[in-house]
């Protein structure tokens, strides 16, 4: 059964470290695999497009991410290695743990993750559009940093779109 974590927002002292690597031999742990089930019900609860552990208050580096479009199903990437591609545009993001809030960031179009999926067995997902924004984000909460690092313009979600974003 998964539980819903409390997600930590803006100015919780997990949120700035840089995430531990994730031990292998870990992985296959009930405890572990507990914590997979609780990010992805807490993520989708949330609501949420992705959820890195930091953001439960668990340094690993370790994060969910369901994009929900054709091209990509829900997934858990474990010690994840970003190569980014393609040139830089500029999106509005939001953040789980900075609510209410959306700025405009500059993100590479396109991604290629790999890393080690719930099993411990090696995968390579790539994409654009979302799914690229998400994992550059979910990244960046491993390295300790929030999108607010980054961005411009940051102000309270006002409209519908901006409201839609801010909480992904």
């Known amino acids: ?20 690597r994730v031990d292998p031999k870990e992985i296959r742990e009930p ?8 990010m992805f019900a807490t993520m989708y609860d949330a609501p949420g497009v992705g959820l890195a552990a930091p953001q439960v208050n668990v340094s690993k580096r370790l994060f969910v991410i369901d994009v929900r479009d054709d091209e990509h199903e829900a997934a858990v990437v474990i010690n994840p290695k970003l190569e980014r591609c393609g040139d830089d ?5 939001g953040c789980l743990s900075v609510p209410g809030m959306v ?18 067995q090696k995968i390579r997902l790539e994409g ?9 984000h979910e990244v ?17 979600a006002l409209t519908e779109e901006e409201k839609e974003t801010a909480e992904a």
């Open 1 to 20: 059964m998964a539980y819903l974590r409390e997600i930590l927002t803006e100015g919780h002292p997990t949120l700035r470290k840089i995430a531990k």
């Open 31 to 38: 405890l572990f695999q507990q914590l997979i089930d609780d």
């Open 89 to 93: 545009i500029e999106l509005k993001e």
């Open 103 to 120: 700025g405009d960031i500059h993100r590479r179009e396109r991604v290629v993750v790999t890393g080690l999926d719930r099993n411990g």
């Open 128 to 136: 654009d559009g979302l799914f690229a924004q998400c994992v550059q």
């Open 140 to 156: 960046d909460h491993l390295d300790g940093k929030l999108y607010i690092d980054r961005a411009t313009n940051v102000r309270p």
